[in-house]
């Protein structure tokens, strides 16, 4: 994947021309993480909108708010206690202690439990560890895949030609901006086919010589056969010309 051609449509589309070195971090690790789990284009488009959106365009990795707004929301003794209770959240502070993080906004007791089994972290121990961008990169591809936060998958509305981008939603939360967040998907889909995600040993494209072609390389040379002159003999192998005469004189001797 080309992921300087992902960023440059990304930082157009999604980032209004710019990203700060803790986004792209962000970005890439959560790019890795779905390329690690051979994620198909639709599914790591979709994620990428929820993180963009759930973290603040990769900004933050923790819901806004304090501990007196989290206790109202997702505390027994808040204002939601079947909320609470639908998350796991029995014990007085769990409201304060759990509240969202990470890429898709980790929330309850019972998530926490379930993801940090999963990725060999014990988050409900320490749930600020859901907010390190490698472990909720590994969190957001476990729960997306498999429907562990609302009962729904990626199978379930990215499967599908076209992708319900809209009906994806129910995976994390509802409906809840539903619309805008399938507008997110569009764009980041559209940046991940431009950079060739998912192509095996895609790499960026080489730059175009000021000529405008490039040329392939000359082939090679053939071989020169060795041509192999024969030796002229040496003098000293050549009969003399007196031996020569000597040699015909005895001959004829002989034949008197």
Not at 46 to 72: I, L, Q
Not at 89 to 106: M, P, W
Not at 113 to 131: F, I, Q, S, T, Y
């Amino acid at each position: 994947m080309d992921k300087r051609a992902f960023f440059s449509s990304i930082r157009a589309a999604l980032f209004e021309g710019g990203l700060k070195p803790g986004q792209v971090y962000n970005v890439e690790t959560l790019l890795n993480a779905m390329d690690k789990a051979d994620w198909p284009l639709t599914h790591a488009a979709y994620a990428m909108a929820t993180a963009f959106h759930e973290s603040a365009r990769f900004t933050t990795m923790k819901e806004m708010g304090g501990t007196a707004y989290f206790h109202r929301m997702y505390d027994m003794a808040g204002d939601r206690p079947k909320v609470a209770a639908t998350l796991g959240n029995t014990q007085s502070g769990d409201g304060a202690r759990f509240f969202g993080r990470g890429f898709v906004q980790l929330t309850g007791r019972t998530n926490y439990r379930k993801a940090g089994r999963h990725v060999g972290v014990d988050l409900e121990k320490d749930p600020d560890r859901a907010a390190e961008p490698t472990t909720a990169a590994r969190i957001l591809v476990w729960g997306m895949e498999t429907g562990a936060y609302t009962g729904k998958a990626n199978r379930d509305y990215l499967a599908k030609s076209p992708p319900d981008y809209v009906g994806a939603r129910r995976i994390i939360n509802g409906t809840d901006k539903a619309s805008l967040i399938a507008g997110y998907a569009k764009l980041f889909q559209t940046a991940l086919v431009g950079a060739g995600y998912g192509k095996a040993g895609a790499e960026p494209a080489k730059p175009v010589p000021a000529g405008g072609v490039i040329y392939p390389p000359a082939a090679p040379a053939a071989p020169v056969p060795e041509v192999v002159i024969p030796k002229t003999p040496e003098a000293k192998d050549r009969p003399s010309l007196w031996a020569s005469l000597i040699s015909l004189a005895a001959s004829l001797w002989k034949g008197r």
